[in-house]
């Protein structure tokens, strides 16, 4: 399994980004992908999933209504596209993979904040 996201920079606040986790050695039809982010100072939180199925979505309170999660199976990339962005949105977002059958979304993003290699992460910033 190995995920590369991309797409980070810097934006003002309002302002939008499209996140990518290029995925490689799974299938994306059976493995749950989540989005992550680490502000400075703070712990890890669970951003955003999306299950194996393509159809379930979970979305943190705090971006609802402002991220939408997706896919493109040809291209084995997993997007984040991020909207009406907001200086507290800023940290470096990873990407992450669990298989997903069998368990819901908030398991699947549990067992994904279990693992150990996370990659480098993409660093978003939003200026006030």
């Known amino acids: 399994v190995q995920l590369q996201a991309s797409g980070g920079g810097l934006v003002q606040a309002g302002g939008s980004l499209r996140l990518s986790c290029a995925t490689s050695g799974f299938s994306l039809d059976y493995y749950a992908v989540g989005w992550f982010r680490q502000a400075p100072g703070k712990e890890r939180e669970g951003v955003s999933c999306?299950?194996?199925?393509?159809?379930?979505?979970y979305y943190a309170d705090s971006v609802k209504g402002r991220f939408t999660i997706s896919r493109d199976n040809a291209k084995n990339t997993v997007y984040l596209q991020m909207n009406s962005l907001k200086p507290e949105d800023t940290a470096v977002y990873y990407c992450?993979?669990?298989?997903?059958?069998?368990?819901?979304?908030?398991?699947?993003?549990?067992?994904?904040?279990?693992?150990?290699?996370w990659g480098k992460g993409t660093l978003v910033t939003v200026s006030s």
């Open positions: 999306l299950s194996g199925s393509g159809g379930g979505t």
């Open positions: 992450q993979a669990a298989p997903g059958w069998g368990i819901t979304l908030v398991q699947a993003m549990g067992v994904m904040e279990g693992m150990n290699s």
